[in-house]
């Protein structure tokens, strides 16, 4: 039996990594000829090397859900079979689910124990204003390096409409290939061109925002569809259009765009009421067989994942011109860059700020 656990020594991690590489994709494969049997099977390879918390919990929710025949994941997961390279399907499910959430939170915690600060699961740029002098690929390549030494392995890239940032950020989405990368980009910035080079990274995950009208959003979704590029949709909330989604109109609007999945954004203005509102219910419809699509809430799972990994979660963005927030996107910048200072004194210091 393989021990994941002691997975910092080099030859037993990547040994650990050919094994599950190996399996998922025989897994991925099995689906298409017997859906139903090859996600259990596939669950049950996930349950055998799970060794945390946060892993044993899930594929216990997992197997409760999938017990229902007629569970709507069966066809959220055919879709995302047929429609999604199955080399990114593998790459980016064994980047997130044992890179980040195994191996990589092993670290963390550990290094948690030893340095007295916390260290956050996920690192989020926020690229969404546009700066002249922006980081460059070299300096955001330099954080994610350090970021994987100290155990994170998950990355979120906010764009918007920064076509110029994407492209310079395909060459670290691209050199950090054992990374699971999230971007949300804008679906004006989609064309053939980009649909292309963004399938070539098995590591990324690419959320296109959806507005009151989907249908610029499900043209341009078709076109990274067409390049097997693994796709959803992100969307913003306040307290003005929660109740669309509490009861079930944005879930509608997904299906009606052929989206299987999406993550909601609580925004600057959104109370703190609402926000817990939408949560709870997202959370509870992901335990549900009847619901068709698989929703997720950007600052709350981000914030429940921290803090099964560590003893207390911990938020940390960079934007544009390096300069780390806690807390939230919308919380105050610090005076700490990234241009300047190191991973582990941002992390440090920030935290001697905050607290």
Same mark, same amino acid.
């Given at each position: 039996?393989i021990?994941?656990?002691k997975v910092?020594d080099?030859d037993?991690y990547?040994?650990t990594?050919?094994?599950?590489?190996?399996?998922?994709?025989?897994g991925?494969?099995?689906?298409q000829d017997n859906?139903k049997?090859?996600?259990?099977?596939?669950?049950?390879?996930?349950?055998?090397?799970a060794?945390?918390r946060?892993?044993?919990?899930?594929?216990?929710l997992a197997?409760?859900i999938?017990?229902?025949?007629d569970?709507?994941y069966?066809?959220i997961?055919e879709?995302?079979i047929?429609?999604?390279?199955h080399?990114?399907?593998?790459?980016?499910g064994?980047n997130?689910g044992?890179?980040?959430m195994?191996?990589?939170?092993n670290?963390i915690?550990?290094?948690?124990?030893?340095?007295g600060?916390?260290?956050?699961w996920?690192?989020v740029?926020d690229?969404?204003?546009?700066?002249?002098?922006h980081i460059s690929v070299h300096?955001?390549?330099?954080?994610?390096?350090e970021?994987?030494?100290?155990?994170?392995?998950?990355?979120?890239?906010?764009?918007?409409?920064?076509i110029?940032i994407?492209y310079?950020?395909i060459?670290a989405?691209?050199?950090?290939? &054992?990374?699971?990368?999230? +971007?949300?980009i804008?679906p /004006?910035? #989609?064309?053939e %061109?980009?649909a292309k080079?963004?399938?070539?990274l098995?590591?990324?995950?690419?959320n296109?925002?959806?507005g009151?009208d989907?249908?610029?959003?499900?043209?341009?979704?078709?076109?990274?569809?067409?390049?097997k590029c693994?796709?959803?949709g992100?969307?913003y909330?306040n307290?003005?259009?929660?109740?669309?989604?509490?009861?079930?109109?944005?879930s509608?609007?997904?299906l009606?765009?052929?989206m299987?999945f999406a993550v909601?954004?609580?925004?600057q203005?959104?109370?703190?009421?609402?926000?817990?509102?939408v949560?709870?219910?997202?959370?509870?419809s992901?335990?549900?067989?009847?619901?068709?699509?698989?929703?997720m &809430?950007?600052?709350?799972? +981000?914030?429940?994942?921290? /803090?099964i #990994?560590?003893? %207390?979660?911990?938020f940390?963005s960079i934007?544009?011109?390096?300069?780390?927030?806690?807390?939230s996107l919308?919380?105050?910048k610090?005076?700490?860059n990234?241009?300047t200072?190191?991973?582990?004194?941002?992390l440090?210091?920030?935290?001697s700020?905050t607290?």
């Amino acid at each position: 039996m393989i021990k994941v656990k002691k997975v910092k020594d080099m030859d037993n991690y990547e040994l650990t990594y050919a094994v599950i590489k190996t399996a998922v994709e025989n897994g991925i494969r099995y689906i298409q000829d017997n859906p139903k049997r090859g996600v259990r099977n596939l669950l049950d390879l996930g349950e055998y090397f799970a060794r945390g918390r946060f892993q044993k919990e899930f594929f216990e929710l997992a197997h409760g859900i999938l017990k229902n025949e007629d569970s709507y994941y069966y066809d959220i997961i055919e879709s995302l079979i047929k429609n999604t390279s199955h080399k990114t399907i593998a790459d980016f499910g064994i980047n997130i689910g044992f890179n980040s959430m195994t191996y990589g939170a092993n670290i963390i915690r550990e290094n948690e124990k030893n340095f007295g600060y916390n260290i956050p699961w996920v690192i989020v740029f926020d690229f969404e204003k546009s700066n002249v002098d922006h980081i460059s690929v070299h300096e955001a390549d330099r954080l994610i390096q350090e970021g994987k030494k100290t155990g994170i392995y998950s990355y979120m890239m906010m764009l918007g409409k920064n076509i110029e940032i994407l492209y310079e950020m395909i060459a670290a989405i691209e050199k950090n290939r &054992d990374c699971a990368i999230v +971007i949300f980009i804008d679906p /004006s910035i #989609i064309d053939e %061109e980009t649909a292309k080079k963004l399938s070539n990274l098995s590591n990324l995950c690419i959320n296109v925002i959806i507005g009151n009208d989907c249908t610029l959003t499900v043209e341009k979704i078709n076109i990274l569809r067409k390049y097997k590029c693994f796709c959803g949709g992100y969307m913003y909330y306040n307290d003005n259009n929660a109740s669309d989604i509490i009861n079930g109109v944005v879930s509608n609007k997904l299906l009606s765009a052929s989206m299987n999945f999406a993550v909601l954004v609580k925004d600057q203005e959104c109370s703190v009421e609402t926000s817990v509102k939408v949560f709870e219910y997202i959370y509870n419809s992901r335990t549900r067989t009847n619901h068709p699509v698989c929703l997720m &809430d950007f600052y709350g799972d +981000i914030a429940r994942i921290d /803090s099964i #990994i560590s003893e %207390e979660s911990f938020f940390l963005s960079i934007d544009s011109r390096g300069q780390a927030t806690a807390s939230s996107l919308y919380g105050a910048k610090s005076d700490l860059n990234i241009t300047t200072s190191s991973l582990a004194d941002v992390l440090k210091n920030i935290q001697s700020i905050t607290h």
